[in-house]
């Protein structure tokens, strides 16, 4: 397997641009989640889904965020209009759950954002 | 809510010495399992090593190992023979069994391996 597989890698955008992140989750993964990390704030959770329902979105910072999964291998975060505060890298995950088992959380490379 | 707290900052470790990284949490649950995920210049995050918290033996990989004290809520990673490779960001991670799906992180802990 490929792996989880982000597009773009890097992505810079004038402010009041909208940006669209792509990630497609390692199929056979039924839950996708969405991060993005700051040196402020670390790793935070913006969304995450499962069988391809928004399960927690308490994280996305505002309205300006959005996120969608239309299928099992295709997710997007979008902003708009992005502002320069929004800059940082956003991961993207996959898992899969057995019964109540866990196991390992995989990242995507990231998308690092710069918004000027 | 549940957090994850890494004291250390920044640390070094001469090549093929050992080195302990810190890593303390909170919850009033019973079932969870706890990561460490390492995150080198490229910035990818590489899963190292994980635990269930109804384990009582303590998880290996290799030269990783971890000391998991549940009653102190506290979860270190041990490297052994440390390699210029293993130099990176060291994150812990916290999830429920139960519950929420997510992924808690402490602040991380910045790795340096000298030569």
């Known amino acids: 397997d490929a792996g989880v597989i982000q597009s773009p890698r890097h992505e810079v955008t004038e402010m009041g641009q909208e940006v669209t992140l792509r990630c497609k989750p390692i199929s056979g993964h039924n839950s996708l989640f969405w991060y993005r990390q700051t040196m402020m704030r670390g790793l935070e959770l913006l969304i995450y889904f499962n069988n391809n329902v928004p399960i927690d979105d308490s994280g996305m910072p505002e309205d300006r965020f959005s996120a969608k999964m239309p299928n099992a291998s295709f997710s997007t975060l979008k902003i708009q209009p992005s502002e320069p505060r929004d800059s940082a890298v956003y991961f993207c995950?996959?898992?899969?759950?057995?019964?109540?088992?866990?196991?390992?959380?995989?990242f995507g490379s990231g998308t690092r954002l710069t918004v000027v | 809510a549940q957090t994850v707290t890494q004291s250390q900052p920044e640390m070094s470790v001469q090549e093929a010495e050992t080195v302990t990284l810190s890593c303390t949490y909170d919850?009033?649950?019973?079932?969870?399992?706890l990561f460490w995920y390492k995150q080198p210049p490229s910035r990818q995050m590489i899963l190292v090593i994980r635990?269930?918290?109804?384990?009582?033996q303590n998880a290996t990989e290799n030269r990783f190992s971890v000391n998991f004290q549940k009653a102190a809520k506290s979860f270190s990673l041990k490297i052994s023979d440390s390699q210029l490779g293993d130099t990176a960001m060291y994150f812990c991670?916290?999830?429920?069994?139960?519950?929420?799906?997510?992924?808690?992180f402490g602040k991380g802990t910045k790795l340096t391996v000298n030569p």
């Open positions: 635990q269930e918290a109804y384990k009582q």
């Open positions: 919850t009033s649950e019973s079932n969870y399992y």
């Open positions: 991670a916290f999830r429920s069994q139960g519950g929420s799906e997510k992924l808690v």
């Open positions: 995950a996959s898992t899969t759950f057995v019964g109540s088992l866990s196991y390992g959380y995989t």
